[in-house]
């Protein structure tokens, strides 16, 4: 990856805001060519700085859906190798590194609690998760 400027961080947040604009917005807002935002977003995707977009829904949209944080232990050297299976799967929406009683944390959606528990069991065996701990996220307030 290549070391960020300003203007790919500003690029960053205007698309985390709102993943659809377009480059000809996004040149207008940062205050630079159109082709400058093609040649950084190619650039950033290139290496791997932007691994893709995608659609947030409020949590209203989808009722039905379960959502949870499962709290990970790694098993000594192996951080990578769960890092990498959790990455891939598709129910593991967001993945965070951590510091203190766990390694790592994990946002899981599924369509239903079977599908869920389903998806419990399959992370449950990657190799290298010592233990695990999750929490059904039952509603969400906005700070």
Not at 39 to 45: F, P
């Amino acid at each position: 990856m290549t070391a960020m400027d300003d203007v790919d961080r500003q690029l960053i947040a205007l698309l985390r805001a709102d993943g659809r604009m377009s480059v000809v917005a996004l040149a207008q807002a940062l205050r630079v060519a159109r082709a400058t935002v093609q040649h950084r977003l190619a650039r950033l995707e290139a290496d791997g700085t932007i691994v893709g977009y995608t659609v947030r829904l409020r949590p209203e949209a989808e009722p039905h859906r379960v959502r949870a944080f499962m709290s990970i232990e790694v098993q000594g050297p192996k951080g990578d190798e769960v890092r990498r299976a959790l990455r891939g799967h598709p129910h593991v929406v967001t993945l965070h590194t951590t510091n203190g009683r766990w390694d790592l944390v994990a946002e899981l959606h599924a369509a239903s609690l079977e599908q869920f528990d389903r998806v419990l069991n399959e992370i449950r065996r990657i190799e290298g998760i010592a233990h695990s701990e999750t929490s059904l996220l039952l509603s969400t307030h906005k700070a």
